[in-house]
């Protein structure tokens, strides 16, 4: 999915949006998993769900 928004300098941002969904991972792979996307540039927006047994998922953004 890529959006448009317009920023107080005057041009347009595009986003790539990437979503993960993960039942009941442990935190150390969690942890492994946002460090890994987030040494390519994909920069953590949300995160749903945090019972645990229960999905979660993780929203994320990177310019394009």
């Not at 595009?14 to 935190?27: K, L, N």
């Not at 047994?53 to 929203?59: N, S």
């Amino acid at each position: 999915v890529t959006l448009k928004f317009a920023s107080p300098i005057g041009f347009m941002t595009q986003w790539e949006y990437r979503v993960v969904e993960d039942s009941d991972a442990p935190y150390s792979s969690i942890t492994e998993m946002l460090n890994d996307l987030g040494s390519v540039g994909w920069e953590l927006v949300s995160v749903r769900g945090k019972k645990p047994g229960k999905l979660k998922v993780f929203y994320f953004k990177r310019p394009l």
